[in-house]
């Protein structure tokens, strides 16, 4: 069975940074593409910082030179590291990955931050 299993979120202050781990299994994991995602209050979810089987990386505007997305492949782990957080990064985060047609997501994790 294809199980991600993330870690904590946290609470900071606007500046600080935290970071998010998203553990999968039943996957050969090396070979998909990682996606985290994040759905903010009343809005929909959004596509947040993705990598590839090749450690190519996107990541949405809003995000970028602040969010790192990274991988480790014989932890079979993905991983968000949020520097400089802002009110608005204020979501709960999810990891997905896509597996024979079916996507598969982590329970997801809040992530809050104060001004």
């Known amino acids: 069975q294809v199980r991600l299993v993330q870690s904590r979120g946290g609470s900071v202050q606007a500046g600080g940074s935290l970071r998010l781990s998203c553990s999968a299994s039943?996957?050969?994991?090396?070979?998909?593409?990682m996606n985290w995602h994040r759905e903010a209050p009343g809005k929909q979810r959004e596509l947040v910082a993705s990598i590839s089987s090749a450690h190519d990386k996107n990541y949405t505007d809003a995000v970028a030179g602040r969010f790192t997305i990274s991988r480790d492949n014989v932890r079979n782990t993905v991983y968000l590291q949020m520097d400089n957080l802002k009110p608005e990064d204020t979501a709960v985060y999810y990891c997905q990955t896509r597996s024979r047609g079916f996507d598969f997501w982590g329970q997801g994790t809040q992530v809050t931050v104060s001004s």
């Open positions: 039943g996957i050969n994991f090396r070979l998909y593409t």
